[in-house]
């Protein structure tokens, strides 16, 4: 069993709806990171987090760390959202990201 | 101006080929790294390094050898290539852990 757990493995959306990806992990972190990697291949870091909520644009990211789960949240999706969204744990007292094998975001027109 | 930069974008190699990649950034971040992506999109850390001493040395076969000459390059070098080291190769930096910034990726295939 992978450490760092998303769900769903695969999301397709209408344009406009608001949509929620998730991340559960089993090990004691520092910090969450969320990335979007678009079709092409390059990686983009949305979020770090270690507490709380953060918002960019349409883009918000919780996490609730005695839970040990994060949220991705899009508020009014829009085609160009379709990416792979991966969650990764920056592993506390290590130097290393553990990722999650990714949410394929499909969203349509 | 790119931040992390990793050169060649696409390489295709024969089998038992020896292959570098390298990367360079140039945002003063003191930690480098190297993650494979295999076919099913999985990142895993392979290496890092900071302040060009290495710290993380996963289980990586030892025909992979990073080289770091400064902080701001981290070089991949691959001896005797296998058809299962075709995978996409991120370079990244980061500020002590933070801000981590990603390459745009090496796609290597092994034929």
């Known amino acids: 069993k992978n450490e760092v757990e998303q769900s769903p493995q695969n999301l397709t959306a209408q344009e406009g709806e608001f949509i929620t990806i998730n991340c559960s992990y089993s090990?004691?972190?520092?910090?969450l990171h969320w990335l979007q990697q678009h079709p092409g291949g390059g990686i983009v870091s949305l979020f770090m987090?270690?507490?709380g909520k953060k918002k960019h644009g349409r883009l918000i990211a919780t996490i609730n760390i005695q839970e040990k789960h994060s949220s991705l949240h899009i508020t009014a999706s829009h085609p160009r959202d379709s990416a792979v969204y991966i969650c990764?744990?920056?592993?506390?007292?290590?130097?290393?990201?553990?990722f999650g094998a990714g949410t394929i975001l499909r969203v349509k027109s | 101006d790119t931040a992390v930069s990793q050169t060649p974008k696409y390489l295709v190699t024969q089998m038992g080929n020896d292959k570098s990649i390298k990367c360079e950034q140039n945002?003063?971040?003191?930690?480098m790294y190297w993650y494979k992506q295999d076919s099913k999109k999985f990142l895993k850390i392979m290496f890092s390094?900071?302040?060009?001493?290495?710290?993380i040395n996963e289980t990586v076969p030892n025909r992979f050898s990073p080289k770091s000459p400064d902080k701001a390059h981290l070089n991949l070098h691959i001896n005797s290539l296998e058809l299962g080291d075709s995978a996409v190769y991120f370079c990244?930096?980061?500020?002590?852990?933070?801000?981590?910034?990603f390459g745009s990726g090496t796609r290597l295939t092994v034929v």
């Open positions: 390094y900071n302040n060009k001493e290495l710290i």
């Open positions: 990244a930096s980061s500020l002590s852990n933070y801000g981590y910034t």
């Open positions: 987090l270690s507490s």
């Open positions: 945002l003063g971040h003191d930690t």
């Open positions: 990764a744990v920056l592993i506390a007292n290590g130097n290393k990201l553990v």
């Open positions: 090990v004691g972190i520092s910090a």
